[in-house]
């Protein structure tokens, strides 16, 4: 009742009123090749908008009379622009054919490419395909994604946690980092092709958007393409095959519909040597409608995934190995190449989702969702023994002082495998050594677990108040438990594995508390499956209401929209660590945070084919988990002066539409202040971990974004696009540097990066493509490309009035010591040819697409500078930085059959 009261005063407040509509436009939207109904494809025209329903069927009402620019939009479908002269009353448009979306890389699922191998635990380098879920109509979305996405290109430089992702009205970003996993659904292109999106800050009906723009992957069963399709794929990526069947009735006569899809992706070996791949992906969607006005959808998925990872090196072991492509984590064991860092997931989710048509206007969708699994990546871990990572800086050329010496390291780096990889067989010797004295392994495979739960319960409300107003309005409710452990994954011949912090036992030999990870169980000894190191959850609630209002006059469309968000976390220790016995065990207190969003924007409809855009947006964020506990591992200690972060995001965008040009050119500026950021490191010569707090960042991403596609001729089209950033930090940040083993107490420092430029993707990149779209269902693609302005992530020890001390006014070694490294621009290539053929009611599809055709190995994608540094003879080159480098030369072949 009182929803029902608040709904009728905001429409009230607005001034809204219901009236009489005479004057409407109705058509059907089909696929060109199959004629099958398109649902939920969008129609506008005059910023009045509509859906089609599962028969393809749309009505638009109240346009106003004159020469209308139609605008027709389908994901998975070329964007269709027709002209119609309209005197008012009632028009039938007929039969609008669309034309799948030319491009074979979209028929790759570059979203699962994208999650490539890159060697990070919490996928730092994998959240650059964002762009994925907001690629459709929109000539700069769809280069960003499918062209600059294999870059790791991030659109306005944001990363993954300013992107909101929803699965049928279900939020799914991780609630500890921010991100969505685009692996939990990989391998499952055509069950979640169907989707609402929008750019920016733009109001939805399916949540409160942020600065990257929104997303909702729609799985219901009904509104999925009626088909029974299979389909095989060859590449020479991260995977070499790939299956895949989708069976779907969509909604039949006894009102049921169901929908399936099942693949496999799988491969010895990927782009880069080491690298396995086996992926299997499952998916269930069945749906009931109970009567006209309610239906009951349940949505089960999952993507368990097994593979070896890709590890970043210095450039030295790069070209010792000869080839930008070398990877450090692996070795031959019996003549077999084995990886030491295998990512293993497994994180189902089940949705189930009441739809309620409340009146032909209002629609509410209901949903309780619930996921959990296991993720996690194995490593080597040693105790009183030498390094076993290849490329440790004391096994290289350069650690040698003599030229002699220098030269056998070299020789041996690239003749024998036993020295530029893992040597698996020299660990087992070792740990055989140890058992025959009775001792603690030496060398071990450990698997770091973080095995989440996540409950959620939403409630989305759509009003079309009448033809004018439109109000949405929404609440979500999430509870959340992520479980942080390891276990002994392999042994390595050894007979069990002693559970002490082995980094505490130099420094404190004499203290056997300080030595014991888990001090009710003093010097355990751990084998195969058992939990040790650490134990603890992160636990956290919370509760977001939105609403937002739109309303349409003939000149300009309005909006405006609000949300609170209500957020607790804390942790729960399952053991009691030595090194913090009296904060390590039981729950914490709860960190509570209160968080507000406001936005509003402006459509100014200059004439019928140009408009100007406008947003903005304030909100503040709570500070995720992952970023609150300085060392999680040991104790329950919060960064100290932890709070809100605080965004402040505005752009403008001038829209031009003609039947044969579209132009989008944006201006946009965000600020991200108060943020919290952790980097914890392994420190060799300390023999701990080193956790690395820095608060106070503050951030400005400001650029253009521009794109354009002309139709040159009927089939033949020109796009051009271009974006132009300026990312960085506006201030200097604090730091504080504590040690796991406590060897060192708390140290803190200012970090000078005010004006650095934010790390982790081309603040430019351009495109200039050529496009076919001809009779007989044919199409090409080619595009050159060009990136530049990335720079590598930094060290900010480097950034410290410690880092430069003794060194006099312009000595040359304070630039070399402070300055950002730039990655160099680089240019690709990429081309694409697909055909379709129609064979009676069965249809056949063939896509290749050759990205970097000009095979450049020598594009850097993304780095860091390594977080030890030299202070004593200030030598940067010393931990010189790690690269990631633009796969050479690859190819993906995608073979469909449907009937």
């Not at 749309?58 to 002209?83: Q, R």
């Not at 005197?87 to 570059?110: F, M, P």
């Not at 490539?116 to 919490?122: A, F, I, Q, T």
Request: with cysteine; glycine share 8%; proline share 3%.
């Amino acid at each position: 009742m009182r929803s029902t009261l608040l709904i009728t005063f905001l429409a009230l407040f607005l001034g809204a009123n219901v009236f009489a509509q005479s004057d409407v436009l109705r058509g059907r939207v089909v696929d060109e090749l199959t004629d099958q109904a398109l649902n939920q494809a969008s129609v506008s025209t005059n910023g009045k908008i509509a859906m089609t329903d599962n028969d393809g069927l749309f009505s638009l009402t109240d346009v106003g009379a004159g020469n209308l620019l139609i605008v027709i939009l389908a994901d998975g479908f070329d964007e269709e622009v027709i002209t119609v002269k309209y005197n008012g009353g009632s028009l039938d448009l007929g039969t609008i054919k669309l034309r799948h979306l030319q491009n074979a890389v979209a028929e790759s699922g570059l979203s699962e490419i994208s999650m490539s191998v890159l060697d990070g635990d919490d996928d730092n380098f994998s959240q650059s395909s964002s762009g994925l879920l907001s690629s459709s109509g929109d000539v700069f979305s769809s280069t960003a994604a499918y062209i600059f996405g294999p870059a790791f290109f991030r659109v306005r430089g944001y990363d993954g946690e300013n992107q909101s992702i929803y699965m049928n009205g279900v939020p799914v970003n991780d609630i500890e980092n921010g991100r969505a996993s685009w692996s939990e659904w990989g391998g499952l292109n055509d069950v979640m092709r169907n989707r609402e999106s929008v750019r920016s800050m733009n109001p939805t009906a399916f949540g409160f958007s942020t600065p990257g723009g929104a997303s909702n992957i729609l799985t219901r069963a009904s509104l999925q393409r009626k088909q029974s399709k299979f389909s095989y794929s060859l590449t020479n990526r991260t995977y070499q095959h790939r299956a895949m069947f989708t069976h779907s009735t969509g909604m039949m006569a006894n009102n049921w519909a169901f929908s399936f899809s099942g693949s496999r992706r799988w491969g010895n070996e990927g782009f880069v040597e080491g690298t396995t791949y086996d992926a299997w992906a499952y998916f269930l969607g069945v749906e009931r409608k109970i009567n006209a006005n309610h239906s009951i959808g349940l949505t089960v998925y999952a993507s368990p995934t097994r593979r070896g990872m890709q590890g970043p090196s210095v450039q030295e072991a790069c070209d010792l190995a000869g080839t930008n492509y070398y990877n450090p984590n692996w070795g031959y064991q019996n003549g077999e190449k084995r990886n030491a860092r295998i990512r293993n997931t497994h994180e189902p989710m089940a949705i189930l989702n009441h739809y309620w048509d409340v009146t032909p206007d209002m629609k509410i969708n209901n949903a309780l969702s619930f996921s959990t699994g296991t993720y996690g990546t194995t490593a080597l871990n040693w105790y009183n023994a030498a390094d076993p990572r290849p490329d440790y800086y004391r096994y290289l050329p350069s650690y040698a002082l003599d030229d002699g010496v220098k030269q056998t390291i070299t020789d041996l780096w690239q003749t024998d495998p036993s020295v530029s990889q893992i040597n698996w067989d020299r660990m087992y010797q070792i740990n055989y050594l140890s058992n025959l004295d009775g001792k603690s392994a030496r060398y071990i495979i450990e698997d770091r677990r973080t095995d989440q739960t996540n409950m959620a319960f939403t409630s989305n409300m759509r009003w079309d108040v009448n033809s004018k107003t439109l109000i949405t309005a929404g609440i979500e409710v999430k509870k959340y438990k992520g479980n942080h452990y390891k276990t002994v994954d392999d042994l390595l011949g050894s007979e069990y594995w002693l559970d002490v912090d082995q980094f505490a036992e130099r420094d404190f030999s004499a203290d056997t508390t300080l030595l014991q990870n888990d001090l009710d169980n003093p010097n355990r000894k751990v084998t195969v499956g058992d939990r040790f190191g650490y134990d603890y959850d992160i636990l956290q609630n919370n509760a977001k209401a939105w609403a937002q209002a739109e309303y349409k006059l003939d000149m300009i469309d309005l909006y405006g929209g609000m949300s609170y968000t209500f957020t607790e976390f804390w942790r729960d220790g399952h053991m009691r660590n030595g090194r913090a016995p009296l904060t390590s065990y039981g729950e914490s207190e709860k960190s509570t945070f209160n968080d507000v969003g406001a936005k509003g924007g402006a459509t100014f409809k200059i004439t019928s084919r140009h408009f100007i855009e406008a947003n903005g947006m304030y909100m503040t964020r709570a500070p995720y988990a992952r970023n609150s506990f300085v060392s999680p591992r040991t104790g329950n200690q919060l960064v100290t002066g932890l709070t809100n972060e605080k965004i402040m995001s505005t752009d403008l965008t001038y829209f031009m539409r003609y039947p044969f040009l579209n132009v989008r050119m944006t201006l946009y500026h965000t600020i991200f202040d108060d943020a919290t950021e952790i980097n914890s490191f392994y420190h060799d010569e300390l023999r701990t971990f080193v956790n690395h707090v820095m608060t106070n960042i503050s951030k400005t991403h400001q650029g253009i974004e521009f794109g354009a596609e002309l139709k040159v001729t009927s089939s033949w089209s020109v796009q051009g696009v271009a974006a132009l950033g300026n990312y960085r930090y506006t201030d200097r940040a604090n730091a504080t540097i504590s040690f796991d083993n406590g060897s060192r107490p708390d140290t803190s420092a200012i970090v000078y990066i005010n004006n650095f430029y934010v790390p982790g993707s081309a603040q430019t990149a351009a495109s200039v493509g050529l496009k076919y779209a001809g009779p007989g269902f044919l199409f090409f693609n080619l595009n050159a490309n060009y990136f530049d302005n990335s720079y590598l992530d930094f060290n900010p020890e480097r950034r410290t009035v410690g880092a430069i001390s003794n060194l006099g006014p312009g000595d040359p070694l304070i630039a070399e010591i402070t300055q950002q490294e730039k990655a160099p621009s680089a240019m690709t290539l990429d081309a694409s040819i697909g055909k379709s053929w129609r064979i009676d009611s069965y249809y056949l599809n063939l896509n290749v697409s050759v990205t970097n055709i000009l095979d450049n190995r020598d594009f850097v994608t993304s780095g860091f500078e390594q977080n030890r540094f030299d202070f004593v003879d200030k030598n940067v080159n010393k931990f010189p930085p790690k690269y990631f480098y633009y796969y050479g030369r690859t190819f993906f072949i995608n073979l469909g059959f449907r009937f």
